[in-house]
Nanobody, 125 residues
């Protein structure tokens, strides 16, 4: 089993920044993928960013490219999402996710085995 705890959400004005963290514990492996998804009010959960743990390869949704950065701390088994130049349309509950396969569709929410509890991000205009 793997446990994910995501933190760092809050209320911020448009143009501001937040950093989300997701700590993984339990039976992680050395080759896995971690991702961030978000679910805006009344909408479906959507892909934001992902990172292949071993290679460090990163991937982003077009809507956040250039504003958000995903990174990892190997020693802490933690992934971060640095969010800059936030917009009101970034308002959502943000979830981290983990799958213990290296090669899977990182942008598909149905591919991930484990999920964090979610953290609310609210961007005011």
């Amino acid at each position: 089993q793997v446990q994910l705890v995501d933190t760092g959400g809050g209320l911020v004005q448009a143009g501001g920044s937040l950093r989300l963290s997701c700590a993984a514990s339990g039976r992680t492996s050395s080759t896995y993928t971690m991702g961030w998804f978000r679910q805006p009010p009344g909408k479906e959960r959507e892909f934001v960013a992902a990172i292949r743990w071993t290679a460090g390869s990163t991937f982003y949704a077009d809507s956040v490219k250039g504003r958000f950065t995903i990174s990892r701390d190997n020693a802490k088994n933690t992934v971060y999402l640095q969010m800059n130049t936030l917009k009101p349309e970034d308002t959502a509950v943000y979830y981290c996710a983990l799958d213990r396969r290296m090669y899977m569709d990182y942008s598909s929410k149905t591919e991930y085995e484990y999920w964090g509890q979610g953290t609310q991000v609210t961007v005011s205009s």
